[in-house]
Structures are given as structure tokens and as C-alpha cells.
């Protein structure tokens, strides 16, 4: 059995991974098992200068699960996406800056497809202000809830939009791109996602519109005050990025979030995703 050097880097969320170097990374078929429990435990997992190169990131993550290749065109490599705002290296960056509010990944999907199991970034270059990336333990949102309060939020459910999303950046929208958000189609979810595992999180994020049956605004609030109980100082971990880094987080247990950074910024990270295959019930 492969053993890890973990070191926690908060009570929550987060750990650094020490002794793998992106060859064994990227080859050795015993990590995987390996990361995939130490992911299961801390939520998150760094990699300090690992320097993974493009197609060893790719190799590695289809030793977690089906790695996501429907961004194709975006990058040579398949797999890889980049995330940036300078459109000459993605077209969609407008869509980008919506991930500087809370969100897991993969809420409000074309189809019905499940929610991401994992997501991986690599650092190419950083902002020289800002950047970083936020990570929040749902898991232990749930858990720190008093019993009167999971008894009654087990009940509820979410509609989830990639309007809501998209609306935090643009309030205002001209009909063309309201139309366009409005042609994804929108999910209900519960608000408590009851894992295979049984271990239980709180869905919640940015694509989180309002809560089923409940008045607008008193749910929305509601959802506010969830997401601020998440995300409070001690459950989360903040990453600030060096050239090189790789890190890898839990999209079906950690919340996520980029810290905003300048437009013309040369900040750019490299994307692959580990599809999933468990929805959230």
C-alpha cells in the first residue's frame, strides 16, 4: 500500500502532499487509490512546485476516473482547459468571472450529468495581486448545523441556475445574453447532498437560486446565510499560488472560489476535470 507524506494545512480543509514527483505522479498506478483517500480525508490536496507538465496531468487524473474532454479545441492537449481571462487563449473568459464567487462545479449541467468528482489546477502564471484560490468544507457545514437544523434543511430543495451564477457579474444583462444563460436549463437539488459514503454536505454556491416552496426573498436570505456559515474563516483554506503548483480538491464535498484578480492579469491555470457518478440526492 502506497503511503503519503500528508501535512495538514488547516483544522478543516487542505493538505500538503510531500515526496511525489510528477513522474511517479503522473505514472505510478498505487498513488491513485493513495490520493483518492487522502482527498476523501482533507478535502484538498497541494502540491508545492510540482511542475506538471500537461499530458502527466491528464495521465494522472484518468487514474482517478474518466478525465472530462468536452473542452477539446481549447488547449492541444485533451483534457486540459485553460482557465484564464485573456480570450485570446479561451473564448468563453467572460463566463470565468463568475468563479470568484463560491460554486461547486457541475450544478446546473447541460443534461443530467453528475457532478464533477474532482478538479485539478496547475499554475502557469499567477497575478501579481489577487488569485488565489478559496476552498470551504461542505462536509463540515453540515455537521457543525445543530440537529433542529439538519432535521429541517434535509427537507429543502434548491433550484440552481446558470442565471444566478452568471447574474452576480452581470446585474444587468442585454436580452441576447440573458437568452443565451436561459437556454441552460435549470436543476432542483436538494440542499443536503446525502453521499454514498453517508457522509452528508450542504449545496450550496452561486448557481443556487431559491429554495422550493419558500418566499423568494426569505429563502435567498436564507441560502445567504448558509453559504456565510460555510465559508467561515476556519473552514476554509486559501491557496496562493506559485508557478508550478498543482492542486486538487473534492468538487463533491469543497466549495471553491478565485479571488479576484486584474483583467489583463497574465494569471493562467491549466483544467482537468474527473467526471463523477453520483448525483446528488
Not at 515526496?19 to 505510478?28: F, H, K, T
Not at 482517478?64 to 468563453?92: C, F, M
Amino acid at each position: 500500500m502506497t503511503v503519503l507524506t500528508i501535512n495538514k494545512l488547516t483544522e478543516s480543509v487542505g493538505a500538503s502532499v510531500e515526496g511525489v514527483d510528477s513522474d511517479r505522479l503522473a505514472g505510478d498506478d498505487t498513488l491513485a487509490a493513495a490520493i483518492t483517500g487522502a482527498l476523501e480525508d482533507n478535502g484538498v490536496l497541494v502540491f508545492h512546485g510540482l511542475r506538471l507538465e500537461p499530458e502527466a496531468q491528464v495521465a494522472f487524473c484518468s487514474r482517478l476516473g474518466e478525465v472530462d474532454r468536452s473542452s477539446d479545441g481549447h488547449h492541444p492537449v485533451s483534457g486540459i482547459y485553460p482557465i484564464t481571462l485573456d480570450k485570446s487563449k479561451n473564448a468563453s473568459a467572460d463566463y470565468l468571472k463568475a468563479t470568484f464567487d463560491w460554486h461547486i462545479d457541475g450544478c446546473t449541467p447541460l443534461h443530467d450529468e453528475c457532478p464533477q468528482k474532482a478538479t485539478v489546477l496547475s499554475a502557469i502564471q499567477v497575478a501579481s495581486r489577487g488569485g488565489e484560490t478559496e476552498f470551504a468544507n461542505s462536509y463540515a457545514a453540515y455537521e457543525d448545523l445543530t440537529d433542529a437544523e439538519k432535521e429541517r434543511y434535509c427537507s429543502l430543495r434548491v433550484v440552481h441556475s446558470l442565471e444566478a451564477s452568471q447574474r452576480r457579474v452581470w446585474p444587468d444583462p442585454p436580452a441576447e445574453m440573458l437568452a443565451r444563460w436561459r437556454s441552460r436549463p435549470t436543476h432542483e437539488h436538494p440542499l443536503v447532498w446525502t453521499h454514498r459514503s453517508g457522509r452528508k454536505s450542504l449545496v450550496l454556491g452561486a448557481s443556487a437560486d431559491y429554495i422550493v416552496g419558500m418566499d423568494l426573498d426569505e429563502g435567498r436570505a436564507l441560502l445567504d446565510e448558509l453559504l456565510a456559515h460555510a465559508t467561515t474563516r476556519e473552514k476554509v483554506y486559501s491557496h496562493r499560488w506559485a508557478v508550478g503548483d498543482t492542486v486538487i480538491w473534492d468538487n463533491q464535498g469543497v466549495l471553491h472560489r478565485a479571488a479576484p484578480y486584474e483583467p489583463d492579469s497574465p494569471r493562467e491555470m491549466l483544467r482537468t476535470t474527473v467526471l463523477g457518478d453520483e448525483p446528488i440526492r
